[in-house]
């Protein structure tokens, strides 16, 4: 199977863009959909991006989601941080019916 | 508004059967979709255990295919989680997932989890 690797941890000052990558270790990227979870402390997860670049209902616009094949890599970017996006996040995609998370990224907003 | 709700022991003992049932409400497990059980030990990432469709058909994430067992009930609206043998590693928050958002089936509602210990 395959493994997502994601950074350990980013930070950036409120008001800023962070991007947080997702790497295939093997298999293409673009071969199944990548969701993107968001946990804030002492909470359960919650989605704020699927199949690569929608938002769930209630997400607001300031995350979006894309792929880059060159890299093998998803990405999750937030604009405009808020203190209230400090969370873990992680990315999740599949192969047949194995689901697969990243090991998870912490964001500070500082 | 769909809810999952976990319930079962929060200690179990090494070597024993790790038991948890998770209730669902606001949606009938006999319209379909995917019904998961991921766990998260104390302070690290999310790890898919595995699912089980309304029909009871089952996917077990490899590594732990040989102690898991996960089973639907669909007359009391619920789906339960058996782990065999269990270790001091597996203590963790375990969650009870829907996976039925998109085309693509992402987990889109998730229980509030139980947190389980393994200890003597």
């Known amino acids: 199977n395959f493994m997502l690797t994601q950074p350990h941890s980013v930070s950036e000052s409120p008001g800023k863009t962070v991007t947080i990558s997702c790497t295939r270790s093997?298999?293409?990227?673009?071969?199944?959909?990548v969701h993107w979870y968001q946990q804030r402390p002492g909470s359960s997860p919650t989605a704020v991006i699927y199949e690569g670049n929608q938002r769930p209902s209630g997400v607001p616009d300031r995350f979006s989601g894309s792929i880059d094949s060159s890299s093998n890599s998803a990405s999750l970017t937030i604009s405009g941080l808020k203190t209230e996006d400090e969370a873990d996040y992680y990315c999740q995609s599949y192969d047949n019916s194995d689901q697969v998370f990243g090991g998870g990224t912490k964001l500070t907003v500082l | 508004q769909v809810q999952l709700q976990e319930s079962g022991p929060g200690l179990v003992k090494p070597s024993e059967t790790l038991s948890l049932t998770c209730a669902v409400s606001?949606?009938?497990?006999?319209?379909?979709?995917?019904w998961d059980w991921i766990r998260q030990p104390p302070g690290k990432g999310l790890e898919w255990i595995g699912t089980?469709?309304?029909?009871?058909?089952?996917y077990y994430n490899p590594s732990l295919k040989s102690r898991v067992t996960i089973s639907v009930d669909t007359s009391k609206n619920q789906f339960s989680l058996q782990l065999n043998s269990v270790t001091a590693a597996d203590t963790a928050m375990f969650y009870c997932?829907?996976?039925?958002?998109?085309?693509?089936?992402?987990?889109?509602?998730w229980g509030q989890g139980a947190l389980v210990t393994v200890s003597s």
């Open positions: 089980v469709y309304h029909s009871g058909s089952t």
């Open positions: 093997s298999g293409s990227i673009a071969n199944s959909f």
């Open positions: 997932v829907r996976r039925g958002g998109g085309s693509s089936l992402y987990f889109d509602y």
């Open positions: 606001g949606y009938s497990i006999s319209s379909g979709y995917y």
